[in-house]
């Protein structure tokens, strides 16, 4: 049996999360304390195999009974279960203005003061399960729709089964990734946006991927990235991480790190590595 804990800051997303787990065939419990999951999945273990993906979400709304999270999730891996932890992150300002345009309640408003104070107390105590999470989730800049497709990446199989690299691209004016594990960026790089012809086109157009490696630094760059990621990338997967985001920048996100992403990711691809690359700002200003 798979054990999945959806867990994040109040306001992320982790309502839209638990229904696409569920479409995925997934048995899953919402606001649970966290000192009942042990006793749950007990319980999901003697239905003989007819639960075999089990989620429950676990966050602030459970009080003082959070603070037992991570130590119930040890506990449970303890015996032999395979439990894995998604978080849900996301920038302190939109949360706000979630909270605000949605009129709901935080649920740490009485104690914190403020919704503002309530946020900021909201990470404080989500920052150790969020350092010990096997995947997160940056929904700052995410649709619905987005969200949901980052899930069926990650989740589509076991996710004990696979090693995934997620290549994303992105613009430095709309900011950094957050899931990001490591980030690069081709600024340096001439930029297609000056190019009348280019401007309006992506790196995913024929002409741009072009123009952006027939320049001399681009193969030279690219190259030194194989043999920095091919080194590295089989000590992150030892390691045990499920999941590894390279984050490629460029300034809009629309031509360089584009093309650089989708070289990445067919790298990553021919070598049998289960690879996926996202866009994260092509239809930005559009």
């Not at 867990?7 to 999360?17: E, H, I, N």
């Not at 849900?88 to 009129?103: G, I, N, P, Q, S």
């Amino acid at each position: 049996m798979e054990l999945l804990v959806i867990t994040g800051l109040s306001g992320a997303g982790k309502s839209q999360a638990v229904r696409v787990i569920e479409d995925m065939g997934y048995y899953c419990i919402d606001n649970i304390p966290p000192a009942l999951i042990g006793r749950f999945f007990e319980v999901c273990a003697q239905t003989d195999g007819k639960l075999r993906k089990v989620a429950v979400v676990a966050d602030a709304r459970s009080g003082d009974f959070f603070y037992k999270l991570l130590e119930e999730v040890e506990s449970i891996k303890a015996t032999g279960v395979d439990v894995k932890i998604l978080f849900l992150d996301c920038a302190d300002e939109v949360l706000v203005r979630r909270y605000k345009e949605t009129r709901r309640r935080h649920p740490l408003l009485d104690v914190a003061g403020s919704l503002e104070k309530a946020v900021a107390a909201d990470r404080l105590i989500l920052k150790p399960v969020k350092e010990q999470a096997n995947y997160v989730i940056d929904t700052t800049l995410l649709s619905i729709t987005q969200l949901k497709q980052r899930i069926i990446d990650i989740f589509a199989d076991s996710a004990s089964s696979f090693f995934q690299i997620d290549t994303l691209s992105f613009g430095f004016k709309y900011g950094i990734p957050v899931e990001a594990d490591l980030v690069f960026d081709v600024r340096f790089l001439p930029n297609p946006f000056y190019i009348p012809e280019l401007k309006h086109q992506t790196g995913l157009d024929q002409p741009v991927y072009d123009y952006v490696f027939g320049q001399k630094e681009t193969g030279l760059y690219v190259q030194k990235l194989f043999d920095l990621l091919d080194f590295s990338v089989p000590y992150y997967k030892n390691e045990g991480k499920s999941q590894l985001v390279i984050g490629v920048g460029c300034t809009g996100g629309k031509h360089r790190s584009v093309a650089i992403a989708e070289t990445l990711n067919r790298h990553f691809a021919d070598q049998g590595l289960k690879a996926k690359v996202t866009h994260r700002d092509i239809l930005k200003d559009r």
